[in-house]
Protein backbone atom coordinates (compact mmCIF):
# COMPACT_ATOMS: atom_id res chain seq x y z
CA UNK A 1 0.00 0.00 0.00
CA UNK A 2 1.27 3.12 -1.00
CA UNK A 3 2.17 5.95 1.77
CA UNK A 4 3.38 9.50 1.02
CA UNK A 5 5.10 12.64 2.85
CA UNK A 6 4.60 16.02 1.77
CA UNK A 7 7.03 18.15 2.62
CA UNK A 8 6.37 22.17 2.21
CA UNK A 9 9.38 25.01 3.02
CA UNK A 10 7.53 28.10 2.02
CA UNK A 11 7.09 28.09 -2.06
CA UNK A 12 8.36 25.13 -2.36
CA UNK A 13 7.07 21.38 -2.04
CA UNK A 14 7.87 17.88 -2.55
CA UNK A 15 5.66 14.93 -2.07
CA UNK A 16 7.88 11.27 -1.19
CA UNK A 17 5.73 8.03 -2.32
CA UNK A 18 6.64 4.76 -1.66
CA UNK A 19 5.17 0.81 -1.20
CA UNK A 20 7.75 1.11 1.92
CA UNK A 21 6.10 3.19 5.24
CA UNK A 22 9.50 3.17 6.58
CA UNK A 23 10.82 5.47 3.86
CA UNK A 24 8.16 8.26 3.91
CA UNK A 25 8.11 7.62 7.75
CA UNK A 26 12.04 8.41 7.28
CA UNK A 27 11.49 11.88 5.20
CA UNK A 28 9.05 12.30 8.04
CA UNK A 29 10.99 12.43 10.94
CA UNK A 30 13.92 14.51 8.76
CA UNK A 31 12.19 17.15 7.77
CA UNK A 32 9.32 17.60 10.63
CA UNK A 33 10.72 20.04 12.42
CA UNK A 34 12.17 22.25 10.03
CA UNK A 35 10.15 21.94 6.87
CA UNK A 36 6.54 21.25 7.73
CA UNK A 37 6.92 17.65 6.57
CA UNK A 38 3.50 15.74 7.11
CA UNK A 39 1.81 12.36 6.23
CA UNK A 40 -0.67 12.37 3.45
CA UNK A 41 -2.91 9.98 1.28
CA UNK A 42 -0.56 9.24 -1.68
CA UNK A 43 -1.52 10.63 -5.27
CA UNK A 44 -3.84 8.59 -6.87
CA UNK A 45 -1.80 8.67 -9.97
CA UNK A 46 1.80 8.44 -9.10
CA UNK A 47 3.17 7.92 -12.75
CA UNK A 48 2.12 11.70 -13.50
CA UNK A 49 3.24 14.73 -12.16
CA UNK A 50 1.44 16.05 -8.78
CA UNK A 51 -2.06 18.07 -9.48
CA UNK A 52 -1.03 20.39 -6.17
CA UNK A 53 2.01 21.28 -7.97
CA UNK A 54 5.92 20.71 -6.63
CA UNK A 55 7.95 18.25 -7.15
CA UNK A 56 7.18 14.29 -7.10
CA UNK A 57 9.69 11.89 -5.66
CA UNK A 58 9.30 7.87 -5.70
CA UNK A 59 11.52 5.71 -4.03
CA UNK A 60 11.25 1.90 -3.47
CA UNK A 61 12.95 -1.80 -2.65
CA UNK A 62 12.92 -2.97 -6.23
CA UNK A 63 15.69 -5.18 -7.71
CA UNK A 64 13.94 -5.75 -11.00
CA UNK A 65 13.57 -2.13 -11.74
CA UNK A 66 17.57 -1.51 -10.48
CA UNK A 67 18.89 -3.86 -12.68
CA UNK A 68 16.59 -2.08 -16.10
CA UNK A 69 17.93 0.99 -14.90
CA UNK A 70 21.54 -0.28 -14.78
CA UNK A 71 21.70 -2.03 -18.05
CA UNK A 72 19.78 1.28 -19.31
CA UNK A 73 22.49 3.38 -18.35
CA UNK A 74 25.17 0.89 -19.90
CA UNK A 75 24.12 0.81 -23.11
CA UNK A 76 23.91 4.73 -23.28
CA UNK A 77 27.21 7.55 -23.02
CA UNK A 78 27.56 8.06 -19.37
CA UNK A 79 30.03 10.23 -17.55
CA UNK A 80 31.29 8.56 -14.24
CA UNK A 81 30.80 11.21 -10.68
CA UNK A 82 31.75 10.95 -7.55
CA UNK A 83 28.49 11.29 -5.61
CA UNK A 84 27.92 11.08 -2.15
CA UNK A 85 31.51 9.57 -1.80
CA UNK A 86 30.24 6.82 -4.17
CA UNK A 87 31.67 5.68 -8.42
CA UNK A 88 27.98 6.91 -10.18
CA UNK A 89 27.75 6.64 -13.69
CA UNK A 90 24.56 8.93 -15.27
CA UNK A 91 23.34 9.15 -18.46
CA UNK A 92 21.23 11.68 -20.50
CA UNK A 93 18.56 10.73 -23.32
CA UNK A 94 17.66 12.51 -25.83
CA UNK A 95 14.93 13.89 -24.53
CA UNK A 96 16.16 14.84 -21.34
CA UNK A 97 15.59 12.71 -18.95
CA UNK A 98 18.53 11.62 -16.46
CA UNK A 99 19.08 8.05 -15.36
CA UNK A 100 22.18 7.27 -12.89
CA UNK A 101 23.23 4.12 -10.83
CA UNK A 102 25.15 3.54 -8.08
CA UNK A 103 26.51 -0.37 -8.19
CA UNK A 104 28.05 -0.63 -4.97
CA UNK A 105 25.20 0.97 -3.34
CA UNK A 106 22.91 -1.03 -4.90
CA UNK A 107 20.96 2.33 -6.11
CA UNK A 108 19.31 3.83 -9.38
CA UNK A 109 17.65 7.04 -10.21
CA UNK A 110 15.13 7.99 -12.96
CA UNK A 111 14.48 11.89 -12.99
CA UNK A 112 12.38 13.65 -16.04
CA UNK A 113 13.15 17.45 -15.65
CA UNK A 114 9.25 18.19 -17.44
CA UNK A 115 7.57 16.66 -14.80
CA UNK A 116 9.57 17.18 -11.94
CA UNK A 117 9.41 13.71 -11.36
CA UNK A 118 12.60 11.66 -9.74
CA UNK A 119 12.59 7.50 -9.37
CA UNK A 120 14.68 6.12 -6.19
CA UNK A 121 15.25 2.38 -6.51
CA UNK A 122 17.41 -0.08 -4.82
CA UNK A 123 17.69 -3.59 -3.21
CA UNK A 124 17.74 -2.48 0.76
CA UNK A 125 15.41 0.31 2.12
CA UNK A 126 17.95 2.35 4.32
CA UNK A 127 19.77 3.21 1.42
CA UNK A 128 17.00 4.18 -0.42
CA UNK A 129 15.61 5.93 2.62
CA UNK A 130 18.96 8.02 2.67
CA UNK A 131 19.01 8.98 -1.11
CA UNK A 132 14.77 10.05 -1.01
CA UNK A 133 15.91 12.35 2.19
CA UNK A 134 18.80 13.66 0.07
CA UNK A 135 17.24 14.43 -3.30
CA UNK A 136 14.00 15.13 -1.43
CA UNK A 137 16.30 18.40 -0.08
CA UNK A 138 18.13 18.70 -3.47
CA UNK A 139 14.40 19.17 -5.11
CA UNK A 140 13.43 21.82 -2.65
CA UNK A 141 17.16 23.32 -3.09
CA UNK A 142 16.53 24.06 -6.79
CA UNK A 143 12.54 24.96 -6.44
CA UNK A 144 13.84 27.66 -3.32
CA UNK A 145 17.02 29.06 -5.57
CA UNK A 146 14.25 29.36 -8.58
CA UNK A 147 12.27 31.74 -5.56
CA UNK A 148 15.06 33.91 -4.98
CA UNK A 149 16.73 32.51 -2.18
CA UNK A 150 20.67 32.09 -1.63
CA UNK A 151 22.57 29.67 0.39
CA UNK A 152 24.57 30.95 3.51
CA UNK A 153 27.01 28.79 4.80
CA UNK A 154 26.20 29.52 8.14
CA UNK A 155 24.61 28.18 11.77
CA UNK A 156 21.69 29.73 13.23
CA UNK A 157 19.40 30.55 16.33
CA UNK A 158 16.22 32.23 17.05
CA UNK A 159 14.70 34.75 19.40
CA UNK A 160 11.36 35.60 18.70
CA UNK A 161 11.71 35.32 15.04
CA UNK A 162 14.52 37.09 15.26
CA UNK A 163 17.90 35.32 14.09
CA UNK A 164 21.42 35.62 14.76
CA UNK A 165 23.38 33.61 12.44
CA UNK A 166 27.31 32.30 12.80
CA UNK A 167 29.61 32.43 10.40
CA UNK A 168 33.11 31.19 9.83
CA UNK A 169 35.01 28.16 8.46
CA UNK A 170 35.25 24.49 9.13
CA UNK A 171 35.89 24.63 13.29
CA UNK A 172 35.05 27.71 14.21
CA UNK A 173 32.68 27.44 16.19
CA UNK A 174 29.55 27.26 14.26
CA UNK A 175 27.65 24.69 15.73
CA UNK A 176 28.97 24.93 19.16
CA UNK A 177 27.64 28.55 19.02
CA UNK A 178 24.41 26.74 18.22
CA UNK A 179 24.20 24.33 20.40
CA UNK A 180 25.12 26.59 23.51
CA UNK A 181 22.85 29.04 22.36
CA UNK A 182 20.12 26.41 21.96
CA UNK A 183 20.77 25.36 25.71
CA UNK A 184 20.20 29.36 26.56
CA UNK A 185 16.68 29.08 25.67
CA UNK A 186 17.30 30.11 21.85
CA UNK A 187 15.13 28.01 18.81
CA UNK A 188 17.29 26.13 16.34
CA UNK A 189 17.15 27.00 13.15
CA UNK A 190 20.39 25.14 11.22
CA UNK A 191 23.45 24.16 12.27
CA UNK A 192 25.43 24.92 8.86
CA UNK A 193 23.82 26.19 6.39
CA UNK A 194 20.86 28.53 5.55
CA UNK A 195 18.54 29.67 3.15
CA UNK A 196 18.14 33.69 2.60
CA UNK A 197 16.19 36.02 0.60
CA UNK A 198 15.84 39.52 0.71
CA UNK A 199 12.16 40.40 1.45
CA UNK A 200 10.20 43.62 2.51
CA UNK A 201 13.23 45.48 3.81
CA UNK A 202 14.85 42.71 5.60
CA UNK A 203 16.11 38.75 5.21
CA UNK A 204 14.14 36.04 5.51
CA UNK A 205 15.32 33.04 6.75
CA UNK A 206 14.63 29.36 6.03
CA UNK A 207 16.32 25.83 7.45
CA UNK A 208 18.87 23.63 5.37
CA UNK A 209 17.71 20.23 7.33
CA UNK A 210 20.76 17.99 7.55
CA UNK A 211 22.59 15.64 10.74
CA UNK A 212 24.14 17.29 13.14
CA UNK A 213 28.10 15.91 14.10
CA UNK A 214 28.53 17.04 17.87
CA UNK A 215 31.72 16.15 19.55
CA UNK A 216 32.17 14.43 22.55
CA UNK A 217 33.87 16.79 24.57
CA UNK A 218 31.36 19.38 23.79
CA UNK A 219 27.99 16.71 25.32
CA UNK A 220 29.95 15.88 28.08
CA UNK A 221 30.22 19.53 29.29
CA UNK A 222 26.95 20.27 28.90
CA UNK A 223 25.23 17.11 30.21
CA UNK A 224 24.25 15.44 27.07
CA UNK A 225 26.75 12.60 26.65
CA UNK A 226 25.08 10.02 29.54
CA UNK A 227 21.48 10.98 27.98
CA UNK A 228 22.60 10.19 24.34
CA UNK A 229 24.30 6.93 25.46
CA UNK A 230 21.41 5.94 27.50
CA UNK A 231 19.39 6.15 24.37
CA UNK A 232 21.92 4.48 22.47
CA UNK A 233 21.77 1.66 25.33
CA UNK A 234 18.24 1.02 24.88
CA UNK A 235 18.24 0.76 20.66
CA UNK A 236 17.92 4.17 19.63
CA UNK A 237 19.35 4.16 16.10
CA UNK A 238 22.14 7.55 15.16
CA UNK A 239 21.97 8.41 11.62
CA UNK A 240 23.86 6.16 9.48
CA UNK A 241 27.06 8.49 8.56
CA UNK A 242 27.78 8.02 12.02
CA UNK A 243 31.23 5.98 11.95
CA UNK A 244 31.26 2.71 13.99
CA UNK A 245 33.77 3.39 16.09
CA UNK A 246 31.59 6.15 17.41
CA UNK A 247 28.95 3.87 18.51
CA UNK A 248 31.54 1.40 19.72
CA UNK A 249 32.56 4.42 21.99
CA UNK A 250 29.13 5.18 23.55
CA UNK A 251 28.21 1.46 24.15
CA UNK A 252 31.92 1.74 26.18
CA UNK A 253 31.07 4.61 27.84
CA UNK A 254 34.22 6.78 26.53
CA UNK A 255 34.45 10.25 25.91
CA UNK A 256 37.69 9.65 24.10
CA UNK A 257 38.06 11.56 20.90
CA UNK A 258 38.13 9.39 17.42
CA UNK A 259 40.07 10.61 15.10
CA UNK A 260 40.57 9.20 11.39
CA UNK A 261 43.53 8.21 9.09
CA UNK A 262 43.07 12.38 7.61
CA UNK A 263 43.16 13.65 11.23
CA UNK A 264 39.39 14.59 10.97
CA UNK A 265 37.45 13.86 14.32
CA UNK A 266 34.64 11.34 13.99
CA UNK A 267 31.32 12.19 16.17
CA UNK A 268 27.99 11.20 16.63
CA UNK A 269 25.40 12.00 14.33
CA UNK A 270 21.93 13.20 15.04
CA UNK A 271 19.31 13.01 12.55
CA UNK A 272 17.48 16.35 12.71
CA UNK A 273 14.41 15.22 15.08
CA UNK A 274 16.85 13.72 17.36
CA UNK A 275 17.98 17.06 18.23
CA UNK A 276 14.69 17.41 19.52
CA UNK A 277 14.43 14.17 21.12
CA UNK A 278 17.68 13.73 22.57
CA UNK A 279 19.63 16.63 22.99
CA UNK A 280 16.03 18.53 24.34
CA UNK A 281 16.46 21.85 21.39
CA UNK A 282 13.26 23.41 19.60
CA UNK A 283 13.78 23.52 15.96
CA UNK A 284 12.61 26.91 14.35
CA UNK A 285 11.26 26.80 10.82
CA UNK A 286 11.62 30.57 10.01
CA UNK A 287 13.05 34.04 11.20
CA UNK A 288 14.34 37.21 10.04
CA UNK A 289 17.99 37.88 10.48
CA UNK A 290 19.28 40.46 12.97
CA UNK A 291 22.85 40.17 13.60
CA UNK A 292 25.40 38.19 12.78
CA UNK A 293 28.73 36.85 14.90
CA UNK A 294 32.38 35.88 13.97
CA UNK A 295 33.46 33.10 16.06
CA UNK A 296 36.72 31.65 17.19
CA UNK A 297 37.52 28.76 19.17
CA UNK A 298 40.95 29.05 21.15
CA UNK A 299 41.38 26.04 23.73
CA UNK A 300 43.34 27.95 25.94
CA UNK A 301 41.94 31.48 25.83
CA UNK A 302 39.42 32.97 28.15
CA UNK A 303 36.04 33.47 26.31
CA UNK A 304 35.92 37.08 24.91
CA UNK A 305 34.86 39.87 22.53
CA UNK A 306 37.43 40.61 19.96
CA UNK A 307 37.96 43.93 17.93
CA UNK A 308 37.26 44.51 13.99
CA UNK A 309 34.34 41.67 13.03
CA UNK A 310 35.01 40.29 9.20
CA UNK A 311 32.99 41.12 6.55
CA UNK A 312 31.30 38.60 4.64
CA UNK A 313 33.57 36.66 2.11
CA UNK A 314 32.83 34.61 -1.06
CA UNK A 315 33.17 31.35 0.91
CA UNK A 316 30.25 32.32 3.10
CA UNK A 317 27.68 32.05 0.60
CA UNK A 318 27.14 28.63 -0.82
CA UNK A 319 27.18 27.78 -4.42
CA UNK A 320 26.42 24.47 -6.89
CA UNK A 321 30.53 24.99 -7.05
CA UNK A 322 31.37 24.68 -3.74
CA UNK A 323 29.93 21.10 -3.22
CA UNK A 324 32.02 18.24 -3.47
CA UNK A 325 29.96 15.48 -1.61
CA UNK A 326 26.72 16.18 -3.63
CA UNK A 327 27.39 17.43 -7.08
CA UNK A 328 24.22 18.44 -8.73
CA UNK A 329 23.96 15.14 -11.18
CA UNK A 330 20.09 15.29 -11.61
CA UNK A 331 20.30 19.21 -12.56
CA UNK A 332 18.08 20.77 -10.16
CA UNK A 333 19.41 24.02 -9.48
CA UNK A 334 18.51 26.64 -11.89
CA UNK A 335 21.40 27.55 -14.33
CA UNK A 336 21.76 31.35 -13.20
CA UNK A 337 20.31 32.23 -9.89
CA UNK A 338 19.72 35.80 -8.55
CA UNK A 339 22.50 37.82 -8.13
CA UNK A 340 23.81 38.02 -4.37
CA UNK A 341 24.86 41.90 -4.57
CA UNK A 342 21.69 43.40 -2.56
CA UNK A 343 21.53 40.32 -0.33
CA UNK A 344 25.54 41.14 0.56
CA UNK A 345 24.65 44.64 0.99
CA UNK A 346 21.78 44.01 3.93
CA UNK A 347 23.86 41.58 5.79
CA UNK A 348 26.57 44.21 5.60
CA UNK A 349 23.96 46.50 7.91
CA UNK A 350 23.51 43.92 10.68
CA UNK A 351 25.00 44.69 13.47
CA UNK A 352 27.82 41.57 14.42
CA UNK A 353 30.36 40.81 16.69
CA UNK A 354 33.56 38.55 17.21
CA UNK A 355 34.22 37.14 20.09
CA UNK A 356 36.41 33.86 21.30
CA UNK A 357 35.20 30.76 22.55
CA UNK A 358 37.13 27.74 24.61
CA UNK A 359 36.59 24.55 25.89
CA UNK A 360 35.00 25.46 29.37
CA UNK A 361 31.39 25.40 27.88
CA UNK A 362 29.97 27.31 31.01
CA UNK A 363 32.00 30.40 30.31
CA UNK A 364 31.65 30.59 26.39
CA UNK A 365 27.83 30.24 27.16
CA UNK A 366 27.48 32.96 29.54
CA UNK A 367 29.55 35.26 26.76
CA UNK A 368 27.33 34.06 23.92
CA UNK A 369 24.36 34.46 26.02
CA UNK A 370 25.17 38.14 27.05
CA UNK A 371 26.52 39.18 23.58
CA UNK A 372 23.16 37.88 21.73
CA UNK A 373 21.09 39.33 24.31
CA UNK A 374 23.06 42.46 23.21
CA UNK A 375 22.28 42.15 19.76
CA UNK A 376 18.94 41.64 19.82
CA UNK A 377 18.41 44.71 21.63
CA UNK A 378 20.23 47.09 19.05
Known sequence: MLSATRIHADEATVTVVSDTKDITDWALRYF?????????????????????????LLADVDSDRLMDIETLVGGYEHDEVD????????????????????????????????????????????????AASRLARDLIRGQLLRA??????????VRDGRALLTFGPKGAGKTTTALLLAREGYDLLANDRVFVRPEDGGLRILPWPSAAAIGFGLLESNGLYEPLRARVLDGE??????????????????????????????????????????????LAPQAHATALLFPRVEKDAEPQLVPAPRALEEEDFFTSKTEDRYPDIFRLAPDKVAPATDLADRLALLPRRALVLTHDSRASAELLAKTAEGLLSE
Open 148 to 157: GFHILHASCV
Open 32 to 56: GGWWNATAVDAPAAPGGSMAEGGAL
Open 83 to 130: YANARTLVARHEDGVLYAVQSAERLAYHYDPATSRLVIVGARTEPVAV
Open 237 to 282: QMHPTQDQRVTDALHAGSTKPIWNAKGKELKPQFFPDQLSSILGMT
